[in-house]
């Protein structure tokens, strides 16, 4: 059987298939001509992350996949439910990825914090002349310990972020839709570890009780962070999102930012994706990164590795 890894899949991955007898081809084939290559090919399965769509024209229209796969958490790029109809297994990697989207998170807090991603712009270009003038710009950064962090959505990354912030000395506030209370266990190097419960609470309490708010929810059909809800928040507070573009109306953040009601906000995801707004781009109390949560060595070698094991385990129970 062929499996098409149309986004890419770790070298790990790409062994361990082909080891239990797949073919695999990691060429990129571009959107509009998928249609034709998975038929001429007779693709079998299909690997995604987030380039690639999966819509109910190509399930229409290529009856010999029998899976379709996605490397990370959200499937807003499948139509999943359609698939599931037509008897397509629709797979993905809840797990793998979560750890390295809660460090992102947590270090575009640091940035944002003591304005690195902005001193980071301006040091190759001043430093040698107005050195002085820049360290008096950046010398009113914030600590995070005893800060409130809330968190929206509290599944697995959600809670990896509060790992890290209850190791920063940060005090957590969540909330989830689904989950009414949930115990993140912080591990130490030596085997120790504590314990602590968070019981969710009403977005609205975690937006006026918090001073950092990070979204960890599905993709939305509309924002659930707009000028209402911005008006919620501290004076002074930060948004971050790591999770969809689009739950965010980008421009009530930039007039937010622009007014004083927001101190800074992070962003990996974006409205519109691939090509960000420039007013986004080029606000200094923005700290950016291009969609890169998962994007880590390690992330992707477990991605692989997850893909390639429920992949082997759907195709040898049926064959």
Do not use: W
């Amino acid at each position: 059987m062929k499996v098409l890894a149309n986004d890419g899949l770790s070298k790990s991955g790409v062994e361990t298939l082909e080891k239990n007898g797949f073919e695999v081809i990691t060429l990129t084939v571009a959107q509009e001509q998928l249609i034709n290559y998975i038929n001429e090919n007779n693709i079998s399965v299909i690997l995604v992350r987030s380039a690639t769509k999966v819509r109910k024209d190509i399930i229409d229209a290529c009856p010999s996949l029998k899976i379709i796969g996605r490397g990370g958490v959200g499937m807003d790029n499948i139509d999943v439910e359609y698939a599931r109809k037509q008897k397509i297994h629709v797979i993905n990697t809840p797990k793998a990825s979560s750890a390295s989207v809660a460090e992102l998170v947590i270090a575009h807090l640091f940035s944002g914090a003591r304005f690195l991603h902005n001193a980071n712009r301006n040091m190759p270009l001043e430093g040698d002349t107005k050195f002085k003038d820049l360290k008096k710009n950046y010398a009113s950064g914030m600590e995070l310990r005893g800060k409130t962090m809330g968190i929206i959505g509290f599944g697995r990354i959600g809670r990896e972020v509060a790992k890290i912030a209850l190791g920063c000395g940060m005090k957590v506030l969540a909330s989830d839709k689904y989950v009414g209370k949930a115990t993140v266990k912080v591990e130490f190097y030596n085997k120790q570890f504590i314990n602590v419960e968070i019981e969710t609470e009403p977005v609205e309490d975690i937006l006026k009780d918090s001073d950092f708010v990070s979204l960890h929810v599905p993709a939305q059909n509309d924002y659930i962070i707009g000028k209402k809800e911005i008006g919620l928040m501290k004076d002074g507070a930060v948004i971050i999102n790591a999770a969809r573009g689009g739950l965010i109306d980008e421009q009530a953040l930039l007039d937010a930012l622009d007014d004083g009601k927001l101190s800074f906000a992070a962003l990996d995801t974006f409205e519109n994706e691939p090509t960000p707004s420039l007013k986004v781009l080029m606000n200094g109390k923005l700290s950016l990164s291009p969609h890169i949560g998962a994007a880590t060595l390690e992330a992707q070698e477990r991605i692989g590795l997850e893909l390639a094991s429920q992949i082997n385990s759907i195709l040898k129970t049926e064959s």
